[in-house]
């Protein structure tokens, strides 16, 4: 490094060291999904809240502050300055915030997540709420605190560390676009999906075939086994670090679709972690661009790939030799399996077409109820109303299946929900990208020949990491900013085509 | 807490944040064995350096030296007196040592038990010493530092890191008189057996069957699986936090009881970090109390239960039920082959008779090596000498299952090997005692209750942690410190009764 940037320099040692015991912190967070025995989980909070404090003070040193404004001051390139642009991203999410409260929020949330992983099968709202609420209290504190210091909605400052650059009004505007065509589509597909006939897959699957399945799926797909692995946790994710990245998946008995695209999706994440630049790792320009941006990879993953009829001719021999010959393991019926669309309770099951309308959903409670302008009791009413107006899905009582169905609350995962929405469209929108620089992509993902996708994902994705804000990472991959037109246009060619 | 005491509370929470750190650290370790693919290494060991360095500069924080002193001028009770009395030991520890010495020394045996792996295995003695010169250099500069601080020994000063209390003078007493009867007893422990047919187990055993076995006699033995796991590495330990206790083990086909008797062994080192009292917890208080104390109870479980006729008995159905009946899995049999002693090279596959053998040796050898009486290069001549006339064994030239079979002295833990036998004598004590309270012990094991065991080691190890020193506990738990009469007492009548 240049001997003209002493305080960038220091800088970025410090962003060493954080990424350091972040290591640990991730790799602690993996066991207690994944290993971690029912009674450990008392000393483990207690040991994450002392790490997550020690991150926090590490962050709020004072002397960052005039740090950061010294090396705003030193002779940096571009690369070097898109690094300090994130150091100041990140320090001011993490000094906007007391102490006190970051282990607070750290205390209640270790402590409804777990409650909640007995609770949600209870259906025991009255429970939940109870340890719900000091989340809650802390999550709209946290949300007023950002929202002071950035002069955002106290919702979109939350949002912003998820999603830097979101703003509600331009996701108020791309969910009202899809709050108007989405019934009307799926009232389409539903209507031509009546006509043909799907086979059902007949089970049991034994979970060693489906866990060797997916590692296989997970090779095809090109995750590199010598540095993550594949586990089991109650809700499934990708965590661990980029150079060990730890996924998780869940199996059932009798059925092996959701583990396998479970899987798939998860992979996309895993794939973006493990390919991110290894020369600027520990420093914040080498993180993942923002959660639309991960979950537009697991989406390019597990909907626009792994739901391809190229891809599914691929993967139908794969299935037949995990379990056995079946009719419904033939290539054009698995396609209609995994394109199936059918409105339902739960998010994490939902298909690529009705998944939009569980998200509007959320947006549309966590918003207000971080706002100030519901309380947690209102949310049941809310929910029931919400699906039945946008799915037809009667919920009443059902808190299970409900309003307790996703980690994101007990988590106080407040912003986040969107996310996943927006990387499905960038996920479209990365696809046309490609298909108007390859335009024999779909025959040659039908030949299993998946470099093309790897290798343009690669480039204009994982590459780059966090060198440019995301208006202007879309811009360069794609040639223009987040255009919700490529999703819809997906959907109308896979599911009306 | 009292009012009174404001500089010991103080240090109660400095070493309560030790303690949340040292679980993560301690997480991240077992992790590292357990699951680790290979390219997550470099990353894990730079995350594990940060977090041994900020362990470090919280141990030698500068005030912590005059707020031990002003601690000890309040008035505190008993209990928090052996608290302070602890986190001295701990201080002194970290505080004798200057920073290079503890960064060469770590480089030194960092880098011998790295070429040590491969070195083992090709004989190469040569190449092993270059490597163990500065570790061996190292060792004695941290010696004199510690004896100079202490009074001790340069050798007691080693020593005393992991068995507080142990003396020279003690161990030459208690290891001579072993080296009188011991060969002698060997001799008429191995003619009586000649006689004594013994079937030898038909492989292979499936690894599922040796895993769920061990499972099942580690909840025979009251290991709660609620608070810890049994998982899979290459060199088995007890990892983990009290809290969550991280068992491992490995399997071979060809033999099942190595992993059995290794499992029931790591077991005992289990269930003492498991009971360890839990409202000290953080506290140097509540640790273990010494790896003396610690080997008596993985040799109460392994030694004086797990190899007890009675005990064999109860173990011999489920072997059979895991494995399909063989002749070789009646008990008497069973028993015969757990009991078998044949002098042999290795110390981690002696049997419980020639044991201390081993142990002498390396005692009699590196407590001069310490002491700077010897030199590296009189190493094999020794060991040759002793083996010969300890165990009747001829180990001239077998370097790799000779001097160099050992991890221990490649990572400097010089002063830990006494702690092995001592552990076996102090578990022959503590069954001695419970013996005497309870004259049907050892009906009861053969019926299979084993509670009475565990409520004595319970209430008289386990729940006192550190809270006396180790004469102190024996005195409070059998009525006498050390006494290896009752060692010899166990083998006579285990091998010759």
Known sequence: MSTATPTYDGLAGTWTRLHHFGHLQSIAGWDQAANMPPKGNEARAAAMAEMAALLHRMRTEPAL?????????????????????????QWLASNALPEAL??????????????????????????????????LAAGREEAALLAAHTGLSKYEALMDRYEPGMRCAQLDRVFGEVRQWLPGLIRQVRAKQ?????IAPVGPFPLAAQRALCEQVMKLLGFDFEAGRLD????PFCGGVPEDVRMTTRFREDDFLGS???????????????????????????????????????????????SHPGFVSQLAPLVAQAFGAQPAFAPQNLHRLLTRVKPGFIRVDADEVTYPAHIILRYEIERPL????????????LWDAKMMELLGVDTRGNFKDGPMQDVHWPEALFGYFPCY????????????????ALPDLDARIGRGDLRPVFDWLRDNIWSQASRWTTDELALRASGETLNPAHFKAHLEARYLG
């Open 232 to 235: 089991v946790s109650t809700h």
């Open 65 to 89: 502050q005039g740090h950061l404004e010294r090396a705003e001051q030193e002779p940096l390139d571009d690369f070097q300055r898109a690094n300090l642009r994130e150091m100041r991203r």
């Open 260 to 306: 396998l695209m479970g899987t798939i999706h998860e992979t996309g994440h895993g794939r973006y972690e493990q390919n991110l630049p290894r020369g600027w790792l520990g420093q914040p320009v080498a993180d993942a661009r923002s959660m639309a941006l991960h979950e537009s990879q697991s989406l390019s993953f597990e909907m626009q790939l792994g």
């Open 370 to 381: 971080i706002e100030g302008e519901i309380e947690i009791d209102d949310v049941p009413a």
């Open 102 to 135: 970051v282990q607070r929020q750290q205390l209640a949330t270790s402590r409804c997540e777990h409650a909640w992983r007995t609770q949600r099968p209870a259906h025991d709202w009255a429970g939940f709420v109870e340890n719900f609420r000091p989340v």
């Open 421 to 436: 929405s927006l990387g499905a469209m960038y996920a479209a929108q990365w696809f046309a990208a490609m298909r108007r």
């Open 194 to 198: 009546e006509h043909e006939a799907v």
